[in-house]
């Protein structure tokens, strides 16, 4: 399973778009969600500018007065979709991984800037959670921070506590940051806002999937991508032929 997921702060400017493409060729994507895309929009041209297949489909949340929004992309051969809910803050996807049968739901957030407008995100997967009975996914942009998430003290104790409640209560296992603490840069201040969630079976049917940062390009928010993580096997043996000796 191979998630890639990026708060791209609109979609506008072709460079994001072909950041979004390199990603999707280069890491063998099998679902794409992008975050904060400012669009309401989403034509074939588009979509197929950045994922150039006719394989891909994708369904999208709208964004409101040019903030917000959030569209999911995967590819069907490698993940089968059987249904499809949203709200405002977040898109999700319900199906298989084909090449494990497994079932589970992929979900894209992108958090409100509000406590409140986050405890109804909050409450709405919970609910939707009890109601499909399959392990979760959850990536994206919660707008929110845990101890150790920011570089400065600061930190919002009512919101801090009522995600650390949600994760707690859905029984979500997050994802460390593998060899880096913030995902979000702007101006001086750092934080980790940027997050991948799931359930306990998500964690044993894949246990080799790590969260991994890659460049942030044009937006503030780092790309980041739940999937495989590239192992290093140490020393590869090199063999010396004799006659590259010969040449100059």
């Not at 992008?34 to 588009?46: A, D, F, N, Q, V």
């Not at 297949?53 to 590819?75: E, F, Q, R, T």
Request: one cysteine or more; aromatic letters at 12%; charged letters at 20%.
């Amino acid at each position: 399973m191979q998630i890639f997921f990026w708060n791209s702060c609109g979609l506008g400017m072709s460079a994001k778009r072909v950041a979004v493409k390199k990603m999707i060729l280069h890491h063998n994507i099998d679902i794409c969600i992008l975050l904060e895309t400012k669009r309401r929009i989403y034509t074939p041209s588009i979509v197929y500018a950045m994922w150039n297949d006719p394989n891909v489909k994708w369904h999208s949340v709208d964004s409101v007065n040019n903030a917000g929004g959030i569209l999911v992309i995967w590819y069907e051969e490698n993940f089968k979709v059987d249904n499809i809910e949203c709200s405002g803050q977040w898109n999700a996807i319900f199906g298989s991984h084909v090449k494990t049968n497994f079932a589970c739901a992929i979900i894209g957030v992108y958090a409100g800037c509000l406590v409140a407008e986050r405890r109804v995100l909050w409450g709405e997967i919970s609910i939707l959670q009890v109601a499909i009975a399959i392990p979760l996914f959850i990536v994206g942009d919660f707008y929110e921070n845990l101890h150790g998430d920011r570089s400065s003290a600061y930190l919002n104790a009512v919101g801090s506590k009522d995600f650390h409640s949600f994760i707690s209560h859905c029984n979500l296992v997050e994802y460390p940051l593998n060899g880096h603490r913030y995902t979000r840069f702007r101006g001086q201040s750092m934080s980790h806002i940027d997050k991948a969630l799931a359930a306990l079976e998500c964690h044993l049917q894949f246990p080799d999937l790590a969260l991994l940062r890659y460049p942030r390009g044009l937006s503030d928010h780092y790309q980041k991508l739940l999937g495989l993580h590239n192992k290093i096997w140490g020393w590869k043996s090199f063999r010396f032929l004799n006659c590259w000796a010969d040449q100059p």
